[in-house]
């Protein structure tokens, strides 16, 4: 009796609770269940602390998993560290979703953490799928880890045979060239030139090889190679080289230029060495580059490279060695920087020396204080990780300190209150970059674009926003990052945004 009563009060209290207190039922599936499809290149990694006791990994830039469920949304269960974790691309029902979820965290680790999630689906089958994209490149690498999967209201299924594929072939194939390449492109007579290329979804059909613009050759079968003739090349000619590869579903994907040399005569090149700025030292004011090169034939010239821009010294022989020349460190940005000395010889054959880091440290003005991103005073909400950013072999070093704060989950926030006149947001601008929108003192928004023109760009950091004169007193900035926006091509920006420093006006 007391037990029926009890139920029927239960009962009764649950009817009575406003709708939408209750939690969605919730299925966890673990990364090892057998109706997950994933492409080729995964590996499993044992951890007591990940849910079911390991986790799915890859690598590959482009590979994929897919879990085929019904219900009304779904969580990705990952894990966040600082290791060597990349950015990711979702998918929904076969549609591009998101471009540049974040799965890297700038220190400790985090278990079991919701990478990203889906609600609202219409009852019913659907499908979900996240896929290595890498596009930070070397600083966060091109780890994609899987967890587990929770599903909202439903549960795993099996595909139908009829079903279309989860994701349509969009990746272009990866492509690279082997040789000749650096230090090993001076050529003469016959040259072979070979290559590599992927493609994670699809085969590659076949790779074309060219010099410039112009087409030299061809190969549909791995290895891929080609032989040239360049005995009627005039000797000193050069010409840039590159692959482009060609997968089933008709992407193509090219490889990065290289240039090569075309000689008939001295084919050996200077030996060069920079032996000033040392290696981590701190510099200001106008400093002096110094280098040393050698060569049987005579040096040429000599030029210096401060973040691939020349300072240059001419000279007529190595006896005039140490080379030097002046840079002023003023027109740089505080903060971590790389040069390299080049030196070419009579037979116009160049050399050069490795990347040094040195850095810039110029007080600034006394009317400004800098602010360093990881200053306790900015607050963060949402998902923000302090990456290191200080290896100059893995990525160009665009900061003022060796860590950028950054993120790519959308209503992520950072907020600084400060005394003042006036405020500055420094941050860089790249392909994968969003949108963010900047208040001061809570009133209206203005929309910052950090989204870049191409792949490739990745501009050093600047002030993105500046305030406009304030009355001296306390203020606040804040900083809203916005979800991936479409631009006037109809692509997908991304949605990474970056705080390297803010600079307050006394």
């Excluded at 009575?16 to 995964?42: F, N, Q, Y």
């Excluded at 010889?345 to 160049?350: I, P, T, V």
């Excluded at 665009?398 to 941050?427: K, N």
């Excluded at 002030?463 to 203020?475: D, E, F, I, Q, R």
Aim: hydrophobic residues 40%; negative net charge.
């Amino acid at each position: 009796m007391y037990k029926s009563a009890f139920a029927f009060l239960f009962v009764l209290l649950l009817s009575m609770m406003p709708v939408g207190t209750l939690d969605a039922a919730t299925v966890r599936i673990e990364e090892s269940h057998p109706s997950i499809v994933r492409s080729a290149e995964w590996f499993a990694v044992s951890d007591s602390s990940v849910s079911g006791g390991r986790v799915g990994v890859t690598k590959r830039i482009g590979a994929w998993a897919t879990i085929y469920f019904t219900g009304t949304g779904i969580k990705w269960i990952g894990y966040n560290c600082s290791c060597a974790q990349g950015m990711a691309r979702v998918w929904v029902d076969g549609k591009l979703v998101n471009v540049s979820v974040q799965t890297w965290k700038g220190t400790g680790t985090t278990p079991q953490v919701e990478m990203y999630s889906v609600s609202g689906l219409a009852p019913g089958k659907h499908s979900f799928t996240v896929q290595a994209s890498g596009f930070m490149g070397n600083a966060y690498g091109d780890y994609l880890v899987v967890d587990a999967f929770d599903i909202e209201n439903g549960d795993v299924r099996m595909p139908d045979a009829q079903e279309p594929a989860a994701m349509q072939d969009d990746w272009p194939p990866v492509a690279r060239l082997t040789s000749p390449l650096y230090p090993d492109n001076i050529v003469t007579g016959m040259v072979t030139l070979t290559a590599e290329a992927s493609d994670t979804l699809t085969a590659v059909t076949r790779v074309r090889f060219f010099a410039g613009d112009t087409l030299i050759g061809e190969d549909t079968t791995a290895p891929y190679a080609i032989t040239r003739d360049t005995s009627a090349i005039p000797g000193g000619s050069s010409y840039l080289i590159r692959v482009l590869a060609f997968d089933a579903a008709g992407n193509s994907g090219s490889s990065p230029y290289s240039e090569v040399t075309v000689r008939h005569g001295d084919q050996t090149r200077p030996v060069v060495t920079l032996t000033s700025p040392a290696v981590g030292s701190t510099v200001s004011g106008t400093i002096e580059l110094a280098g040393a090169a050698s060569d049987e034939s005579g040096i040429a010239n000599v030029q210096f490279l401060v973040e691939y821009h020349a300072y240059s010294v001419e000279t007529i022989n190595d006896s005039t060695a140490p080379y030097t020349a002046t840079l002023d460190t003023t027109g740089l940005h505080d903060g971590n920087h790389i040069v390299q000395v080049t030196a070419q010889d009579g037979a116009r054959n160049d050399g050069r020396s490795g990347w040094t880091m040195f850095k810039v440290d110029n007080s600034v003005t006394a009317s400004m204080t800098r602010i360093d991103n990881s200053n306790p005073g900015i607050v963060y909400t949402g998902s923000w990780g302090g990456t290191n950013v200080i290896d100059p072999a893995a990525y160009e070093p665009r900061w003022h300190w060796a860590t950028v704060a950054a993120t790519g989950s959308a209503g992520s926030t950072a907020s600084y209150t400060f005394e003042g006149t006036g405020i500055r947001w420094l941050a860089g601008r790249c392909w994968e970059c969003g949108v963010a929108d900047v208040s001061l003192d809570g009133g209206p928004a203005q929309r910052i674009d950090l989204h870049g023109s191409d792949f490739s760009v990745r501009d050093p950091s600047r002030a993105v926003y500046s305030s406009s004169v304030l009355p001296y007193g306390t203020h606040t900035l804040k900083i809203t990052v916005l979800p991936a926006q479409i631009d006037g091509r109809s692509q997908i920006y991304g949605s990474l945004v970056t705080l390297d420093a803010l600079e307050v006006l006394k």
